[in-house]
């Protein structure tokens, strides 16, 4: 399949499903841009949807790369990814293309924890004492070894998923177990990682959590955001649920987490593109736990506007573009999000309470995502929420009581899910 030419012709490497790509597609409409879709649909049929979109395998990252060469025919001016497995195959990508982007191997670094890890102990950052444990091995001689309360992770799922803390030998063994059976699910074990054969375990760092949304032109970095977290995340899981920026930590800390933030993009070698970085402070200083080569995920980036009335994925598509960026001011002086948490695993009914939630004052938009008779599993092998809610007000601090209000007004009607039956 050939690309038909455009002056202002980008890439958008993404799963056909997720809120992103959607946001990315209308944000290139707004702008006048081309937007062709790199994707993981299927392979078989000849542009099924009418869409032009490439078909790749995710599963095979060099041979989604090669396609993506093969069908551009020169015509991309600058290419993006939503989620890290995309980012991965768009700097694969880049590379045979010539394009800007994050090299493939800086990008390969920060979506594995262990190889992340390393990279930031050399550098001198600080760092907690990590194992990488095969999933074959007897978990026993890993739990002796451990310091408690730790954390036991798979090395490249993201926005906590499998993540589980273990406060004794007995709970490592039962982290391990978990971590090993969600590992081995369709939806993870189609992808043939290798990386998906370990995981990390890890000493429990205490401390606040922030997340840090960044654009890196070469190798430098322009903070768009700081977020507090502002729920304790200690575990057993590690739920994600409020961001409120700016941040109300103290500008020292700010200027701590954005000058280490900068130190740990270096160690990884990430270079051009967006970031988002998630991080620990404590007394000792700033940990830094991850940093993806791409943006916010799920519909979070919507609690982002900057004026006048720019959004992230316009500003994302820009630089890929090569434009210049100019100043950037938040739209409104204090903002939120809420990842609506799963409660309990079953089958999505419905919701009541959506009005009530959207008239709390500072309530900008009320999104349920679930769909009737979706299937709902909770963290830690979960990877969605019920839906998401923004908040606008003077301070964070109103932005984030607006958030915990209308989430109570939220009712969701959970049916008990069914065990599958085994076949005759």
Known sequence: MEIALSQKHILLVASTTGYQTRMFAEAAKRLGFQLTLATDRCHVLDDPWGDNAIAVRFEDPYGAAEAIARASGGTFGGLIAVGDRPAYIAALAAERLGLLYHPPAAVEASRNKYLARERFRAAGLLAPRYTRIPLDADWRAAALDARYPCVLKPLGL????????????????????????????PDIARLRDWQDRYLQAEDFIPGREFALEGLLTAGRLRLLALFDKPDPLDGPFFEETIYTTPSRAAEKTQTAIIETTARAIAALGLTHGPVHAEMRVNARGVWMLEIAARPIGGLCAKALRFSPEVSLEEIILR??????????????????????????????????????????????????????????????????????????????????????????????????????????
């Open 158 to 185: 993201s926005a906590s998923r499998g993540v589980i803390r273990a406060n004794d030998a007995s709970q490592f063994g039962a982290a391990f177990e978990r971590i090993k059976k969600l590992l081995a699910t």
């Open 319 to 424: 630089h890929a573009m090569g434009e210049e960026i100019g100043p950037l001011e938040p739209k409104r002086p204090a903002s939120g999000v809420m990842m609506v948490p799963i409660p309990r695993e079953g089958v999505y009914e419905s919701v009541s309470g959506i009005e009530e939630a959207a008239a709390v004052p500072g309530i900008e938009d009320v999104v349920i995502t679930a769909k009737m008779g979706q299937r709902l599993i909770p963290l830690p092998e979960g990877a969605s929420y019920l839906g998401f809610l923004f908040a606008r007000a003077r301070t964070p601090a109103e932005a984030e009581e607006a958030l915990r209000k209308a989430h109570a007004q939220l009712e969701f009607q959970i049916a008990t899910a069914l065990p599958v039956m085994a076949a005759d």
